[in-house]
């Protein structure tokens, strides 16, 4: 509490992360009860130094695509002036494998790094025959700085498929009432930026759907119409619903099939209650046409401040 014509002193104290490094901004939002100030911003920036640095950033975060090598370092410094050594990696994961490895000055120096002599590197890299899919890991580390023994840092790999399918599954409805639409379109995308044909669509259960494609030649992208089969009913599904799979045939030697599953469901008919005329709203109203105009009920006789004039 600072008093009216006084000053006073405002103490803030920050807390970051062991691996924080930079320059960092903060703002507090300060009360007062003055007409023409009841609150304002105090921002502030500094500069954090951590005991070891890590560049370009605390983490390893590798995005590939399956059949590419994928991998990722960071590189690792003592602040202090002082030899980094690693002396344990740990981590448990099967998919990747990390390993820390001292900085060798007469090597080439990867882009966008500025070893020396003394820093280590961390480097991380996805074991063969990884499929697609999202794999994150922690990996601590042991270290001889005397203040800052064991360092965490996650690693994180995301493996997309050569060709990738979007969406990843196809969901078609019917309606009790057996309206509403019955098919959708879907695209098969190769994320290595190569043109590429579809030889096939095939389904697996032909009394579900049907599929076709959209346009032939080789392109990036294709697209692909799928519907529901004419002779399928809303009884025919049951609760659960049925699945099959659409089987895609491509001229990419690396993919040469994509199988896409497919769920056909029941989707039940929806009555919403109607409205009296009481309950309209202003844009039932506008929406209707309603223009039938609310004759007021006559107030009872001998209501106070109620007489004839």
Avoid at 12 to 32: D, E, M, N, Y
């Amino acid at each position: 509490m600072i008093p009216a014509g006084r000053s006073g002193k405002l103490t803030a104290k920050v807390h970051t992360r062991p691996t924080q490094s930079g320059t960092l901004s903060k703002s507090i939002a300060v009360a007062t009860d003055a007409p023409d100030a009841k609150s304002f911003r105090l921002s502030m920036k500094f500069t954090v130094e951590t005991m070891i640095s890590m560049k370009p950033r605390p983490q390893i975060f590798v995005n590939a695509i399956v059949g590419d090598e994928a991998g990722g370092r960071i590189l690792l410094h003592r602040n202090d002036g002082e030899k980094l050594e690693i002396s344990a990696v740990r981590y448990e994961s099967s998919d990747v494998e990390v390993e820390a490895l001292p900085v060798d000055p007469e090597a080439k120096k990867p882009a966008g790094f500025k070893p020396e002599a003394g820093d280590v590197w961390l480097v991380a890299n996805a074991n063969e025959g990884v499929g697609p899919g999202n794999y994150s890991v922690k990996v601590w580390l042991t270290t001889n700085h005397p203040k800052m023994t064991e360092v965490e840092v996650p690693v994180t790999f995301r493996i997309r498929p050569l060709i990738s399918v979007h969406p990843e599954q196809i969901r078609l409805w019917i309606q009790e009432a057996g309206v509403g639409p019955r098919g959708t379109l879907f695209r098969i995308v190769h994320n290595g930026g190569a043109d590429f044909e579809v030889t096939s669509v095939a389904v697996e259960d032909e009394t579900l759907v049907k599929a076709s494609l959209v346009a032939e030649g080789a392109s990036r992208m294709h697209n692909i119409r799928v519907e529901v089969f004419d002779d399928l009913k809303f009884a025919d599904l049951g609760q659960k619903g049925k699945a099959t799979e659409l089987i895609i045939g491509t001229t990419d030697p690396k993919q040469p099939e994509i199988r896409v599953p497919v769920l056909v469901a029941q989707r039940q008919s929806v009555t919403r209650p109607g409205r009296g005329p009481a309950e309209l709203r202003p844009s039932d109203i506008q929406r209707m046409g309603v223009t039938k105009a609310v004759v007021p009920r006559p107030l009872p006789t001998g209501t106070p401040g109620v007489g004839k004039y």
